[in-house]
Every structure is written in C-alpha cells, then in structure tokens.
C-alpha cells in the first residue's frame, strides 16, 4: 500500500480553509480532522517502525528541483507525538472553542507537523512561519494585558528569528545552489568556511528562539504565562518540540562537526541550569512550569549534541526525554487551570508528571536521564554530569514545593478534560515501559 | 558597465539595512516602532536574497530572444514568499497592538515589560 | 541606556554582515560543478545545477515561459501553499482579536479629489489585477501582486468613504473557497497523477493564454485569495477607528 504522508498536512489545510463556511459545526469539522491527522501518524509511525524511511516526492519532480517529504523514525515519532497529543488536548478544550480557535489550532498542528516531515529547508522555514503566526494569535487570543504582552514580546523576537533563519539560508544557497536538507549535507565540506560557520549561527539564532534555547529564551515565561491553559499546553508539545527536532536535523545531518557539538552542549548546560535554578524562584505555577520547560529543552539540546557525535545512549535519551517532557509538561499546564488538585483524576496527573519529570523509574524521564547520564560518561564530561545531577536536585525541590502546596480540595474541572489530563500523563507510562524508543533509535535515518 | 561591482553596493545597503532595524528593535521604547524596525530588517533580508541571484549580464528569467543569458530564478520566487509572509506578520501585529492599545492606552511598553 | 546598547549592537552586526557579504564575489554562471546537485533518493549526481535544469527545462516540462512563475507554482507548489496559508492564518487572528469591535465612523471626510479619483481608480484597479494575475505565466506577476493590485482599489474606497464596506460573508466565502480550490487541485494531482501538486493537464503551447497546465488555474485561485483576504485585513483594521 502506498502512503502518502502529504496527506497529514493537507487535509487539517483544506480543513482549516472551509471551517469558515460552516461557522456553527467549526469545532466538530475540526475535531473530526484532528482524529484523521492522529490515526494517519499512528500508521505512518508503525509503517516506518516495521519499515523503515519512507519519501514522497510532491509535484512529481525529484529533489533537489522539487520539494519532498522525508520521513525517518525520528520523524515519524515526533508528527506522532504532536498529533496524538493535539488530539486529547482538543477534547478537553474544544468545547468551549469558537470556529476561529479551532481554525488556528488547526493550522498550528499542520505547521509543526511539516516542520517534522520536510526534507527542503526553505520548505521548513514556511512551516515554521505557519505554526508561530498561529501561535502568536493563540497566545494573543485571551485579550487581556498579561496575554498580549507574551504575544508581543513573542512577535518581536520571533521576527528577527525569522529573517535570521533566511539569511542562514541565503548564505547557504549563495555556495551551494540548492534548498535540500540532504542535498547541502552531502556537499557542505564544500563550502567556504567562514560562511558555512556564519550561516550555522544565523539558523541555531533564529531556530532556538522557538525551540527556547538560552539566551534566545525571554519570551518563553510572558508567553506561557499570559496564555490560557489549553493554548500553553499545545506550546508545550508542538512547536518547541517541531523546532528542537529541527535543531537536530541542522546538528546531525548538515552541520555534523566537532566544533558544532561542542558550541551546542555548552548552550545546552547553561540553558538547563539557568531554567532550572529561575524556575525554583517563580511563586506563580505557570511562570514555574514555563522555566521549568526552558530546562529540559536545555537537557534534549545537551542529549541532542551528544547524539551528533555517534555516542549509542544518546539518541535513545533525547528521544526519552521528548516523549517525557510533552506528555507530563502538557498535562500539568492543563491541571493548572484549577488552583488546587481536586479528586484522584487530578492527583493522578500531577504526581505521575511530576514523577517523569524528576526522573523516577520506570517512566519515560527516568530513562531519559538515566542514558544521557550514560552518553556523557562515555564521553568523559564529568562536568556536565554533575550539573545534570545538581539541576534534577533543584528540579525535586520546587516540583515537591509544588505537589505539597497544590494537594487539596478546591476546583472543579470537566470530565472530558479529566480525561483528557490523565490520557496525556499516561503516555509518560507507556513510552517508559514499551521497548518503542529503543527500535526506534537504531533504525536508520535520512542522511546517514 | 562592471555588472560585477553592482552586488557590492546592495551587500552594504542589505548591511545597513538589518543594523539599522536591529538598533531600532533593542532601543525604541515605542512597540509600533519595534514593528516597523522589523520590516525594515526583513527587506533588508530580501534585498540579500534577490542579489545572491545575480549573474552579470543576465536578464530577468523570461524567455527572452535578445539575451543569452538570464539571472537564477530561484531567490525570486523564495522572496515572493518571504514578502508575504512579513506582510502576515506585520498585520497580525498592528492587530495586536491595536488591542494592546486600547487595554493600556498607550504604545509605549511599561518597564515591568522588560525582558 | 539602552540606545548605546543598541548602537553597540548595530555597528557590530554591520561589520559581521559586511565581512561576510565581501566573501559573496558574484559568478559569472551556475553552471560550474560546484553547484552540480546529488539526488538524495537515489544517490546520483547530475551534470547541471538546479538553477540552470530552471532555465532551461521550464518551457518544456511546465509549458510556462516565465521561470520563476513555474517555480512558484509548479516546482515549488508546496511552499506557496504554505505562503497562503500563513497569509490565511494572519487574517484569521486579526479577525480573532477584533472581532468586539464596533464599527465606528471616521472623523474627517475626505476631500472632492479624493473620493471622485478613488472611484475612477476602482474599476481600472481591479482589472489590472485580474491581468495580472490571469497572465501569471507568460509576464511578470502573478497571483500575489494582482491580489494587492485587487486589494489596493478597494482600499483606496475605504478610505474616500467612511460609510463604504465590502460584505464581510462574502469576502470570507471566496478566500474559503479559493483556498480550497488550491488543494483540492493538489488532492486532484494525487488522484489523477501520481503526486500532489501534480500538472494532470495537458500541457499545451507555451506563449498562450490556455497553456501551462495548472499553473493559470493556481494563480487565479491565488489571486482571489489574496485579494479577498488583505481586503478583509483591512477593512477589519478601518472598523477600529475611532
């Protein structure tokens, strides 16, 4: 049978495009196409799992000269974690949506997917375009003062990321002649060195302000703070996570050099301390949570660069700690629409993530750590050891303040967004039990 | 004519272009001039992706009796799309700052803004 | 305090910029084989740059005269699609943040030059828009310009006439519509031919209107697109007014 992987970017795009038309079902039709978009990359996810990678060429044209979609285990994982998940985050908040909510939400999720599926990097900047325009209207949608202020501070940075991720590719077509991500991986050696540095800056630049890496990271806690719980929760899983895969792709397959390791393990290390230790300090919780995902997105950063230099741990403890972070970050912003933890689906969600998060055996986290503790003694950074160990101390300190001042009996949620909560938190379960990641990481991906 | 020396000059106005809209960006206090500043720093952008497309001597990339010639066409049609899409950006900020502007009553940002 | 900042942050960037751009000799050709590509599926390595496979493959494959409108349309259709999308996207969070708004009418009138030229300008506007956007393939232009063309008159009428407004439904119809003619001409491509985005129809004589292939059809749907929706950003932006 033949796949076609377009279809998971076209169809929520046709979808979001008639919305309009039929105003009063708009939250329905989208629904129904968020349900379509999840099964597709279910089964996309297990055709490349039992696979291998699979392409598409659009426009019938073979790359370079066209676009195509590449799809390895990396990828498959990530659109399938960004669609599940924007599926049990539509049931819980797609009741009280009007048309237009559900519209950019729509094309929030079909941008960060194309983010992960494309094999062309200035196919990658449109979609990166698509997924923060929606974004920047999402967090702007709650219309009071601390929601626009995070979209402004959010447009402002996110404009200059934008116009420095097209002079990075600029500079990389002026010596290259060519858009392909694989393409200018097999000839980078080419290149002039001082350009091919500068472009690598431009693009690291402009990608790490989505994917919140330090010092790019100002906007994160306006944003997450001003946005509504829903909104922050779709931020948590797709589009930091769609960029930090695109970081990936720009560290392992076009600039896999030792000097590029190196430059993004010590971003890694000061993003995940300076999270970490800011996020101890925050008395509001989604200001907490918004810090606390800055660290983590240090600590995939750290596993990330690690898994450039061929280190066997350290592409299965990035992957862990993806899969960890969206399904427990994600659910803990919804629970903190209720100031207190009220009843066992409550409970549940939030000790489980808190738990995935700290690192605790056998959920996702824990593996996460546990392999990128791993990689790095292979590596002999003893260093970055012992800040990994002393962030997870600060991590422990304000989760345990946080589960010890939230236990209680005060809020009251719905039962589809109880739901909703607990399904998420139970991925942090799941991926930690199933032997998924490890298959997952040793199959063969585009470009070697 | 040196068709060479042409690309020198528009790489200098594409520099002063994105220094000048940085300089905007970090020092006005005024958000609708952060804004323009960041479309001045995206033509600035555009600008150096249509002059890596020059060949000296070329034509526009239309069939062209007359000429042998004809520029890359390739940056053209990236910054087609690049334009439009600083132009979505821009408008979905007046937007913003429209609604910003009647929560606060005025333009400028607060210093609890700070980053 | 800040304004040093920014000096010292501007003048560092402009020499960084500056250094790099030097290094950027222009070439005489593409054709050199530096810029020879690999195809990534198969591994191969061709003999001609992308650019130049451009120029010189265009007529024949895509029956367009026009390079870069081919690329838009055909060889890139893909991020174009996205390129409406984002536009489409904006459009809808301007209409979702202002969408409390009442309609309040505009101070000043405007003056007799104005509002007479304004209405003599309409029609030529709009024509020269189509133009533009139904001879996409064979001259300059194409869907997006002949969208702000179309754009453009009618904001010429917002301005002269504070009472003038373009039916919100029917504006919001059309961008739905042509945006959705848009893929499904894709979905089409992966039914009839073997891709998205795929030309499933005869390619023609190129240098006549109805040639190209899909390409005409694309930028027209573009072309009301665009035209439609910075009309309907704009009149969204007049309602504001106070």
């Not at chain 1, 000061?270 to 995902?293: H, N, P, W």
């Not at chain 3, 055909?74 to 969408?99: H, I, K």
Request: proline share 3%; aromatic share 12%.
């Amino acid at each position: 049978m033949v796949i076609h992987p377009v279809l998971l970017i076209a169809i929520p795009l046709i979808t979001a495009f008639i919305i309009p038309i039929f105003k009063k079902y708009g939250a329905a039709i989208a629904g129904g196409a968020i349900a379509f978009n999840m099964g597709y990359a279910i089964g996309i996810f297990f055709h490349v799992y039992s696979n291998g990678k699979i392409y598409e060429t659009i426009a019938g044209f073979n790359p370079p000269i066209g676009i195509f979609l590449a799809i390895d285990s990396l990828s498959a994982l990530l659109a399938l974690i960004i669609n599940l998940f924007a599926f049990i985050n539509f049931v819980a908040i797609g009741k009280e949506a009007n048309y237009k909510f559900s519209m950019l939400y729509l094309l929030a999720i079909a941008g960060s997917t194309g983010i992960v599926i494309t094999g062309d990097i200035f196919n990658m900047f449109v979609f990166f375009e698509i997924t923060a325009v929606a974004s920047y209207a999402l967090i702007a949608g709650k219309k009071d003062k601390k929601a626009l202020e995070g979209a402004i501070k959010y447009m402002v940075l996110g404009s200059i990321a934008s116009s420095f991720i097209l002079i990075g590719i600029a500079l990389i077509y002026s010596q290259l002649k060519t858009l392909n991500i694989y393409d200018i991986a097999a000839r980078i050696a080419s290149m002039d060195a001082k350009i091919k540095w500068a472009s690598f800056a431009m693009l690291l630049t402009g990608i790490g302000v989505e994917a919140e890496i330090f010092p790019l990271n100002g906007w994160v806690p306006s944003a997450y703070q001003g946005a509504s719980e829903g909104v922050a929760s779709l931020l948590s899983f797709a589009p930091s996570k769609a960029a930090i895969y695109a970081i990936a792709r720009l560290m392992l397959v076009i600039f896999p050099f030792h000097a590029t390791y190196e430059i993004a393990l010590w971003v890694g290390v000061i993003t995940l301390l300076i999270g970490e230790l800011a996020a101890f300090m925050q008395e509001d919780v989604k200001r907490m949570l918004a810090y606390s995902s800055i660290g983590q997105m240090g600590m995939i950063l750290i596993a990330f660069s690690l898994a450039s230099q061929d280190l066997k741990y350290a592409l299965i403890a990035s992957l862990f700690l993806i899969v960890s972070h969206a399904a427990s970050k994600s659910s803990l912003f919804l629970l903190s629409k209720s100031e207190k933890m009220h009843g066992m689906a409550s409970k549940y969600t939030g000790i489980v993530s808190v738990l995935s998060l700290i690192g605790m055996p056998p959920l996702a986290g824990f593996w996460g750590k546990w392999y990128l503790m791993l990689a790095a003694m292979d590596e002999k950074l003893w260093l970055v050891i012992i800040l990994i160990f002393f962030a997870g101390i600060v991590e422990t300190a304000y989760f345990a303040r946080y589960l010890h001042r939230s236990i209680g009996n005060d809020g009251e949620l719905s039962l589809r967004y109880k739901a909703a909560m607990a399904a998420m938190a139970s991925f942090a379960i799941l991926f930690g039990l199933l032997p998924l990641v490890y298959k997952i990481a040793s199959l063969p991906l585009w470009g070697g | 004519m040196n068709f060479a020396a042409l690309t020198l000059p528009c790489y200098i106005t594409v520099a002063a272009l994105l220094s000048i809209g940085l300089y905007g960006v970090i020092s006005k206090s005024n958000l609708m001039k952060i804004f323009i500043s960041l479309s001045i720093m995206e033509t600035g952008v555009n600008l150096l992706l249509i002059t890596i497309g020059y060949i000296p001597g070329g034509t526009a990339p239309i069939e062209n009796a007359n000429f042998a010639k004809y520029v890359d066409p390739l940056p053209q049609a990236l910054v087609l799309t690049a334009i439009v899409i600083g132009l979505s950006v821009t408008a979905l900020a007046i937007a913003v700052l429209i609604s910003y502007y009647q929560k606060n009553g005025t333009l400028e940002y607060k210093e609890g803004m700070k980053w | 305090m800040r304004r040093y900042a920014g000096i010292a942050v501007a003048l560092l960037f402009f020499a960084f910029s500056i250094s790099i751009f030097i290094q950027l000799i222009p070439y005489d050709s593409y054709e050199g084989s530096a810029y020879h590509y690999k195809n990534p599926i198969n591994g191969s390595v061709a003999n001609e740059s992308v650019p130049s496979h451009y120029i010189k493959e265009t007529r024949n494959e895509t029956g367009a005269v026009n390079a870069v409108t081919a690329i838009v349309v055909e060889y890139r259709g893909f991020d174009t699609l996205g390129e409406v999308t984002v536009l489409f996207t904006a459009a809808t969070g301007v209409s979702f943040l202002l969408y409390q708004l009442h309609k309040k009418m505009q101070r000043r009138e405007a003056n007799l030059i104005t509002k007479e030229g304004s209405k003599i300008v309409l029609p030529f506007a709009l024509l020269t828009g189509a133009y533009i956007f139904i001879h996409g393939h064979l001259t300059p232009g194409g869907g997006f310009p002949g969208g702000s063309v179309i754009a453009s008159g009618f904001l010429l009428m917002l301005l002269a006439y504070p009472k003038f407004f373009v039916n919100e439904k029917r504006l919001s119809y059309i961008e739905s519509i042509s945006g959705s003619i848009f893929v499904i001409i894709g979905l089409l491509g992966l039914l009839l031919a073997t891709s998205f985005l795929q030309n499933f129809i005869p390619v023609g004589k190129p240098g006549y209107l109805f040639s190209a292939g899909i390409i005409p059809l694309i930028y027209i749907a573009i072309g009301f697109k665009v035209g439609s929706e910075l009309s309907s950003i704009v009149q969204k932006l007049k309602e504001v007014e106070e």
